[in-house]
């Protein structure tokens, strides 16, 4: 099978499930986003190994496909046995609640705005932790316009928080100190 199609050399792309459109609509910005994020996080588990931290990170990249198969696939019913994996449940959030408290019984309270920054691992997780916030604004846009799975947004705001302590967690195990604003 080869990788190019030719199909979308005029701007357009085909959804899961049938139907075209542009290349810059709201849907395909935000799963377009959702990959990105994802590839971010395939760079930030490549750097320094902290097994702790990455075990957490590709049940999450797991998820992130699921997402972008629920936002790249505008009739959910018409496809469900085909989205048995683009799941994402209450348990899977609570699973990300969980990771945040965990950091937070490492790490010493937060007292001011910090610094992007620090170690390689860090620096990594704080990208994507902003693209996971444009991924959560670009999802949030297109709700307004279709219907989607409520529990995407929350995972990704829950997401965002995560990726923050996790970057956090990543200066404190390698020994460097948080920047405040």
Request: glycine fraction near 8%; proline fraction near 4%.
């Amino acid at each position: 099978m080869k990788i190019y199609t030719r199909s979308g050399d005029e701007g357009a792309t085909a959804l899961f499930g049938g139907g075209r459109v542009g290349k810059d609509h709201p849907r395909v910005e935000a799963y377009g986003d959702v990959d990105e994020l994802n590839a971010s996080l395939g760079l930030a588990r490549s750097i320094q190994m902290i097994p702790r931290i990455d075990e957490v990170l590709v049940p999450i990249q797991r998820d992130l496909f699921a997402i972008g198969a629920l936002l790249a696939t505008p009739d959910h019913e018409k496809m469900k046995d085909h989205l048995d994996k683009a799941r994402i449940d209450e348990g899977r959030i609570d699973e990300l609640e969980k990771a945040i408290d965990a950091c937070e019984q490492e790490l010493d309270p937060l007292r001011s705005f910090i610094i992007p920054g620090g170690t390689p691992k860090a620096a990594a997780l704080h990208v994507a932790r902003t693209v996971c916030r444009r991924a959560e604004r670009r999802v949030v846009h297109l709700a307004s316009e279709v219907e989607l799975p409520h529990l995407v947004v929350i995972y990704l705001n829950r997401l965002s928080d995560l990726l923050f302590m996790l970057a956090r967690v990543a200066n404190k195990r390698a020994g460097a100190g948080e920047v405040t604003w």
